[in-house]
């Protein structure tokens, strides 16, 4: 007797937590009040200051980076999702030249820290992933939808702490070039 492969076991899983993800937005989305308000940053906005975990258990605020180096926050909806793991794995995949740019670069998102964890480390990540819980800071950024999830949105925050550019229209699975594009597009400084 053999055992169950496991990517179909991995698939599964994917496809289970996007399901649950799709009907708790769904249930959120029937519950929730009309008219609620939502923020709309746009380039040159101050971004909005921070402090969440993050994967490898520090907390990570956006000041502490004011000043210093640039940001790069790329938003997802659900660890352990399909998009949401080929965004991240594209990202992870990229390190080698986002290490290139003066940038702190992290994924968000409202998973849980425990969660979050589990998740950078399934896929190798080296990047630290924040967790936002509470939603704070996925509604100082706007991206909080309906569901209770954030939109896949990536902002990107000069030294100076003002937003240089958002991305809205991220494709997950070249997300991690397209943020070296961007850094290039926008001159953030190299490593010296």
Do not use: N
């Amino acid at each position: 007797m053999g055992s169950t492969p496991v990517k179909p076991l991995k698939q599964l899983r994917m496809i289970a937590t996007a399901a649950t993800a799709m009907a708790i937005g769904l249930l959120r989305i029937v519950g929730q009040p009309r008219g609620a308000s939502r923020v709309e940053l746009r380039a040159g906005d101050v971004a909005p200051d921070f402090a969440l975990e993050a994967s490898d258990g520090r907390i990570y605020t956006l000041s502490q980076f004011i000043g210093h180096q640039a940001v790069v926050l790329a938003w997802f909806p659900k660890a352990f999702t399909g998009g949401c793991t080929a965004q991240c794995e594209s990202i992870g995949g990229s390190s080698e030249e986002l290490r290139r740019f003066k940038v702190a670069h992290f994924g968000a998102s409202v998973d849980r820290p425990e969660t979050i964890r589990r998740f950078a480390e399934s896929m190798g990540v080296e990047f630290p992933i924040l967790s936002d819980p509470h939603k704070t800071a996925a509604r100082a950024y706007g991206v909080l939808g309906a569901s209770g999830f954030p939109a896949r949105r990536t902002f990107f925050i000069g030294i100076d702490g003002r937003i240089l550019a958002i991305d809205a229209h991220v494709t997950t699975s070249t997300h991690g070039p397209d943020i070296v594009a961007a850094l290039t597009r926008l001159q953030i400084s190299q490593q010296a």
